[in-house]
């Protein structure tokens, strides 16, 4: 197991996955209406010329993927503001992103929003926050949605992604990363979370896997046994920060690592549009 800190919180790279493009085509067609912000791509200063139209300079540089494609990439917008409700639910994947990605909507969990959850408690209070981001309180964000995919891992079993987009206070977010980043090493060793239907014990590692997009990522797994009428088992959490935007992939049963299909291409196709929906 690494722990050292360099490989447990990583600062942001350039997307490097080859199918960070199916974002772009999931914000040309996705079928949530709630409103979205960001920056027009290729806006120039009005009442002047483009010196692009005008071959007076060259096109502008964006970032760079992995893949051909004849479309411009979109230009990422500055968020101004954390995210809304309406702004979160509409940069989650839709309908048009999944046979690409290898996931599918589940019907029975669309774009569902913040409610009142309160965490399970723990016998050891420097792990609640791996509880809490179970009920998506960790940090106490401002707003909070979250949509279920299902799909197939690479040996054919079934396998369901939690996405969950949620914006925090300015500055709020970075901290919270790095609290898990603190008590990672710590809570490797089982502790013990008391669910409504009895005691579970919870251990945590870290994935050193997981692909680095977005401005951080911190990513673990976490072992969960002694479920009554239960085998022990496995959900793996990947958080990726744009800005003040978290976008959280929890994904399960089973030990498959991050950077490999399907979940790799739904990871960097929804941080792509994030960026692009939201702005980082």
């Given amino acids: ?99 690409l990605a290898g ?42 949605v979250r949509r279920g995919y299902a799909g197939r891992s690479a040996a054919g079993s079934p396998t369901e992604m939690g996405v969950t987009l949620s914006s925090y206070k300015s500055g709020t977010a970075t901290t919270l990363l790095a609290s898990f980043d603190k008590a990672m090493a710590g809570c490797a060793a089982p502790f013990t979370v008391t669910q409504s239907a009895g005691p579970e014990k919870w251990a945590v590692t870290p994935l050193d896997s997981a692909p680095m997009l977005g401005d951080e990522t ?20 990947v958080l990726i920060r744009v800005g003040d935007t978290v976008a959280e992939f929890m994904y399960g049963p089973g030990t498959d690592q991050p950077d490999t299909t399907p979940y790799a291409p739904l990871i960097a196709a929804q941080v792509q549009k994030v960026k692009l929906q939201i702005g980082r």
């Fill in 103 to 144: 996931f599918q909507i589940d019907g029975t969990d669309s774009a569902k929003g913040k409610d009142a959850q309160t965490a399970a408690p723990t016998d050891r209070p420097d792990c609640a926050v791996f509880t809490q981001e179970f009920t998506h309180t960790a940090g106490d964000p401002l707003a909070w």
């Fill in 218 to 237: 911190v990513a673990y797994r976490v072992a969960v046994s002694g479920v009554q009428g239960a085998q022990p088992f496995a959900r793996n959490v």
């Fill in 1 to 99: 197991m690494h722990t050292a800190a360099a490989n447990l919180r990583r600062l942001a790279v350039l997307p490097v996955l080859g199918l960070v493009l199916v974002g772009t085509a999931a914000c040309d067609s996705g079928d949530d209406k709630a409103a979205t912000s960001g920056g027009t791509p290729g806006a120039t200063v009005a009442g002047q010329p483009d010196p692009v139209a005008t071959g007076s300079a060259p096109p502008p540089r964006s970032e760079p993927t992995q893949g051909a494609t004849n479309k411009a990439p979109a230009t990422v917008p500055k968020a101004t503001a954390p995210a809304t409700t309406a702004q979160l639910t509409g940069a989650l994947l839709d309908k048009s992103a999944m046979p």
